[in-house]
């Protein structure tokens, strides 16, 4: 009887246990895929859009009407000299109306930081603090 050396595809020792007392054999643990780093993520994006958005409405709110009483002044004197009550013209009633409108596009820009742009800042903050966290652990 001849002896022959163990083939090479075959493993040197088998896969499953052969004593009974033995321990099975240590499962590699399942790692979750990697989250993107926060700097690519798509919050961030639209993080970036919802302030856009913010900016634009806020800033188009008071500019527009400046704009609209600049070329009333320029383009219809008429309009803003005419009188709307008692004496007093359009023109002064519209330059006092700036005060609210102001008023108007500082809130705006206040309901939609609140509502749309704090929300996803937010959420952003406490992912990065979770990505944080799991670089420190590691």
Known sequence: MSYDPPHP???SQP????YPWQPPEPVPPVRRPERE?????SDLRVL????RWQRRTATLTALGYFTLF???SA??????????AD?????LLLALVQLPVTWLAIALYEHTARRYVDPLAERIRRH???DARRGAAR
């Open 128 to 130: 990065a603090e979770l």
């Open 15 to 18: 896969s499953y246990p052969t």
């Open 75 to 84: 383009y219809a004197p008429g309009v803003m000299t005419s009188t709307v």
């Open 48 to 51: 970036r859009s919802a302030y």
């Open 70 to 72: 600049l070329v009333l």
């Open 37 to 41: 780093p926060l700097g690519h993520h």
């Open 87 to 91: 004496g007093i013209p359009a023109g």
């Open 9 to 11: 595809s075959h493993p």
